[in-house]
């Protein structure tokens, strides 16, 4: 079995390089050197131009590819706004006055004032009765003392009534 093995791979090897000599005969025609600098000169413009034609092509690909990009792109955005879940963009912050603002958005013709912080109302903050005590208590060693014992305790029950 090997040795049938070994003979399909040299068949098969020798057919692929039949395969390859017949596809290079085809597709590439044998290469002869010029022996004169005229011909040498010619054939490097031959080449260019050959050159030059590949890239043209290339470009005109190139385009076309970024033409089909740009039309794939488009045609999803409109997809996305006919569903209505197109991507927001991420919002940054802008520190302006409200004035500022009105400014920008009316234009300067127009003079629209808006203090928003006149038009606050200001609360006066009421003095509890809590806050009196904490601010009354001074220091805390003599409030300490002055509950402690039996006397201390009586004060207390007669403060919460």
């Given amino acids: 079995?090997?040795?049938?093995?070994?003979?399909?791979?040299?068949?098969?090897?020798?057919?692929?390089?039949?395969?390859?000599?017949?596809?290079?005969?085809?597709?590439?025609?044998?290469?002869?050197?010029?022996?004169?600098?005229?011909?040498?000169?010619?054939?490097?413009?031959?080449?260019?131009?050959?050159?030059?034609?590949?890239?043209?092509?290339?470009y005109d690909m190139e385009v076309r590819v970024q033409k089909s990009t740009k039309e794939l792109e488009d045609m999803n955005q409109k997809l996305f706004?006919?569903?209505?879940?197109?991507?927001?963009?991420?919002?940054r912050r802008v520190r302006m006055s409200a004035d500022a603002m009105l400014k920008a958005l009316l234009g300067s013709k127009h003079k629209v004032c808006m203090d928003l912080r006149a038009n606050l109302k200001q609360v006066?903050?009421?003095?509890?009765?809590?806050?009196?005590?904490?601010?009354d208590v001074g220091d805390w060693r003599k409030n300490i003392e002055e509950k402690s014992g039996m006397e201390g305790r009586k004060k207390m029950f007669e403060t919460e009534s």
């Fill in 1 to 58: 079995m090997l040795q049938i093995a070994a003979t399909e791979l040299e068949k098969d090897k020798s057919r692929r390089e039949s395969e390859k000599q017949n596809y290079l005969s085809e597709h590439c025609p044998p290469l002869h050197l010029p022996g004169s600098m005229s011909e040498v000169q010619e054939l490097c413009k031959q080449l260019h131009a050959k050159i030059d034609a590949a890239e043209e092509e290339k």
């Fill in 81 to 91: 706004d006919l569903r209505g879940k197109f991507k927001r963009p991420p919002l």
């Fill in 124 to 135: 006066k903050k009421e003095d509890t009765e809590k806050e009196r005590d904490l601010r």
